[in-house]
């Protein structure tokens, strides 16, 4: 219990440095995320990136920057903290707990550059192509394509830490509590249900991370006494998540209920596990 106390308060002091950092972080401060994710852009986009002092990263070919607004350090946050606080609570020992920990911080890094240097390539290509998105400019084309991008990968991230908590829970060990798995049953071997064992499974991996990711990118800077932002422009910024996470939510229920009705995340669930 006191491992377990002691894992949570680390991810709230955490999640509060990470923002207070990234608040007020330079590029160079930003580095630590930045360079590896430009690394990244310029392996898969082929493109050349200079370090700029004071600025980021840019591409003099595309007249383009990563700057510091493209660290993606609020999806990290969300990303440690979906982890770590949905399925902390599974891991029945010390040494699981503080591996659950450790894990959900560096997962959410590692999340992080692979997600951030993704949707820069998916931004360059867009940019490129010249496509129009209704009336959308480019500037907020290239918003609405993040917010897609984040909230998927939180979804998909949701997932996989699922089943990475029952399979740590299910190993030697997670065996601490004197528990012994029925290989006869392999779906319901968790002491506590995994979310995809109860009620609708698809709410569960969507509203979730949705919820996070609202709470992070919204919530947090609106706590923030120190706010002083433009409100109108941070109450335009505001919609258009809402919105944006509103039609990404709508049709991932109508794809669900529409063009794979059997298909449900629960179905698909204990297809996994029977293959264990």
């Keep these: 219990m006191k491992t377990r106390l002691f894992c949570y308060l680390f991810a709230l002091l955490a999640a509060?440095?990470?923002?207070a950092h990234y608040s007020r972080a330079t590029s160079?401060?930003?580095?630590?995320?930045?360079?590896p994710t430009t690394v990244l852009v310029e392996r898969v986009s082929g493109l050349d990136f200079e370090?700029?002092?004071?600025?980021?990263?840019?591409s003099r070919e595309r007249r383009i920057v990563i700057a510091p607004a493209c660290a993606g350090v609020n999806f990290m946050i969300a990303a440690f903290g979906m982890t770590l606080f949905s399925y902390l609570h599974l891991m029945p020992t010390a040494a699981t707990t503080l591996l659950w920990t450790a894990g959900s911080l560096l997962g959410a890094y590692l999340l992080t550059i692979a997600v951030n240097?993704?949707?820069?390539?998916?931004?360059?290509?867009?940019?490129?192509?010249?496509?129009?998105?209704?009336?959308?400019?480019?500037?907020?084309?290239h918003r609405l394509e993040g917010i897609a991008v984040y909230l998927t990968a939180l979804c998909l991230a949701f997932w996989l830490a699922e089943r990475v908590a029952c399979n740590i829970v299910n190993?030697?060990?997670?065996?601490?509590?004197?528990?012994?798995?029925?290989?006869?049953?392999?779906?319901?071997?968790?002491?506590?249900?995994?979310?995809?064992q109860e009620g609708n499974a698809l709410r569960k991996f969507l509203l979730l991370p949705l919820l996070w990711y609202l709470a992070i990118t919204l919530l947090v800077?609106?706590?923030n006494p120190n706010f002083h932002g433009d409100r109108a422009r941070f109450a335009e910024h505001a919609l258009t998540i809402a919105a944006a996470?509103?039609?990404?939510?709508?049709?991932?229920?109508?794809?669900?209920?529409?063009?794979?009705p059997r298909f449900s995340l629960d179905f698909i669930c204990r297809l996994w596990h029977e293959r264990q």
């Excluded at 509060?16 to 923002?19: A, Q, V």
């Design 16 to 19: 509060y440095g990470l923002k």
């Design 28 to 35: 160079d401060g930003l580095d630590w995320i930045l360079r």
């Design 51 to 58: 370090y700029e002092r004071g600025e980021g990263y840019l």
């Design 117 to 141: 240097a993704l949707r820069i390539v998916v931004a360059l290509r867009l940019y490129a192509s010249g496509v129009v998105f209704f009336y959308a400019n480019p500037a907020q084309l």
């Design 171 to 196: 190993s030697p060990l997670g065996r601490g509590w004197g528990w012994v798995p029925d290989k006869k049953d392999a779906y319901n071997i968790l002491p506590t249900p995994c979310p995809s």
């Design 221 to 223: 800077p609106l706590l």
């Design 245 to 260: 996470c509103a039609v990404i939510a709508l049709l991932a229920a109508l794809a669900r209920k529409r063009l794979f």
